[in-house]
């Protein structure tokens, strides 16, 4: 599976985008998928994540009622919508496919992933 990240960019605090992650060669509906993200000199923490039906998503609480995750299984894509950006939220955004299917917040369980997209807010 290869996965495409895309949709970052420079935005204001209080802004809003959406990440795309579409993924190619593979059965999508068979994956979580999850972002993570990377910030400089940061660990990769997970951000949210849905499972391959698409009925279970999980948020880390920083982005809760900010954040949105959701899949479309006929286009391969899972879209990260984001509202009220805070310049913490800056870093490296990662999409990644774990065939468990399941959403799991840490990075090993993860076999696939994006190339990253960069997510700058400036305050």
């Known amino acids: 599976v290869q996965l495409q990240a895309s949709g970052g960019g420079l935005v204001q605090a209080g802004g809003s985008l959406r990440l795309s992650c579409a993924a190619s060669?593979?059965?999508?509906?068979?994956?979580?998928i999850s972002w993570f993200r990377q910030a400089p000199g940061k660990e990769r923490e997970f951000v949210a994540g849905i499972d391959w039906s698409g009925v279970r998503s999980r948020y880390v609480d920083p982005v809760k009622g900010r954040f949105t995750i959701s899949r479309d299984n006929a286009k391969s894509t899972v879209f990260l919508q984001m509202n009220s950006l805070k310049p913490e939220d800056t870093a490296v955004y990662f999409c990644?496919?774990?065939?468990?299917?399941?959403?799991?917040?840490?990075?090993?369980?993860?076999?696939?992933w994006g190339q990253g997209t960069l997510v700058t807010v400036s305050s």
């Open positions: 060669g593979g059965t999508f509906s068979n994956y979580a």
């Open positions: 990644a496919a774990d065939r468990g299917g399941g959403v799991n917040t840490t990075p090993k369980p993860y076999d696939y």
